[in-house]
């Protein structure tokens, strides 16, 4: 059975299967959404490319453009990064406060939200356009046009208490230098970005290449950046659910509320997931169950 027939096979195996879970209905235009949406596209780094089901369908990708954002404070500060976030799995909530008190307001890891908001932060301080320059950046790597959804970078911002009390929070820490309503704004924006399954294995393409982008030749990030971001991929990309993905998927990975999973077989591919009802840990229900059975069919965990 070859890929194709492989991604065909398991998206109707799942489909015909009863779609557990729920949309992330505290981000009102998350709600709007089709529940029923399903798609999944495969990108080789010898740029083979199979799909099937919705994989041409944008959808919020929310979390996943944390590693993005990563990706680019990195190259920016280097080691100096971790001073002020840790890469450590969390273990609670990817919103959840409780840490920040017991660990002086440092963050357990870039890909929560205090992590990506630190992150936020960096690229603010680092960059003189830093909303321009992200996109910049992303389009640089993709070879088309990337941009924000204002409609829903909005409605996050009109239901965001949670993510200004973290912010707030890691204020009074002194881990946040620029002013909160600057942060936030540049965050939910990164998380508002809309893209297709298919474009989100394109973007992502150079963490299986060393981090350089098969198809552009372009060197997105260092070979050892690379290597550290797929390492924190593994450990926290799935919040306190990370290890249940590394178990059974067996693969770097990360997840957003928007229903979308990436995940990226170092040396091989990338492969996107997106299915928006989410399982009780906040990860697509659809995209975990047909991530196990890709990895178990075709041979291809990481371990």
């Not at 040396?267 to 990860?283: D, E, Q, T, V």
Request: include cysteine; charged fraction near 25%; proline fraction near 4%.
């Amino acid at each position: 059975m070859d890929c194709q027939e492989v991604l065909e096979f398991l998206h109707q195996q799942v489909k015909d299967e009863k779609n557990e879970g729920k949309i992330a209905s505290y981000i009102p235009e998350l709600k709007k959404v089709n529940p029923k949406n399903f798609g999944v596209h495969f990108r080789s780094v010898d740029d083979k490319t199979f799909s099937a089901g919705d994989a041409e369908k944008k959808f919020s990708i929310q979390s996943i453009a944390k590693v993005a954002s990563l990706s680019m404070a990195i190259e920016l500060v280097g080691g100096q990064l971790w001073e002020r976030v840790d890469v450590e799995p969390s273990g609670n909530a990817f919103n959840s406060l409780l840490q920040l008190e017991n660990e002086n307001g440092i963050p357990r890891n870039p890909l929560i939200n205090s992590g990506a908001i630190v992150i936020c932060d960096v690229l603010i301080s680092e960059l003189a356009n830093p909303k321009e320059e992200f996109l910049k950046f992303l389009s640089s790597i993709t070879g088309y046009e990337v941009n924000f959804d204002p409609t829903i970078a909005a409605s996050e911002k009109e239901e965001g208490y949670r993510n200004f009390a973290l912010t707030n929070y890691l204020k009074s820490f002194g881990n946040i230098d620029n002013d909160v309503e600057i942060v936030l704004d540049f965050y939910f924006s990164l998380c508002s970005i809309k893209l297709s399954c298919a474009e989100l294995s394109n973007l992502f393409l150079y963490l299986a290449n060393d981090g350089v982008h098969p198809k552009s030749k372009k060197q997105v990030i260092s070979k050892s950046n690379t290597r550290r971001i797929n390492a924190i991929m593994s450990t926290c990309g799935f919040y306190d659910e990370a290890g249940e993905f590394a178990y059974r998927v067996g693969l770097p990975g990360k997840s957003g509320v928007g229903g979308g999973i990436l995940a990226i077989h170092p040396g091989k591919y990338a492969i996107a997931i997106y299915s928006p009802r989410l399982n009780p840990k906040g990860n697509s229900y659809r995209g975990m169950k047909f991530l196990e059975r890709f990895t178990s069919k075709t041979e291809s965990s990481i371990f």
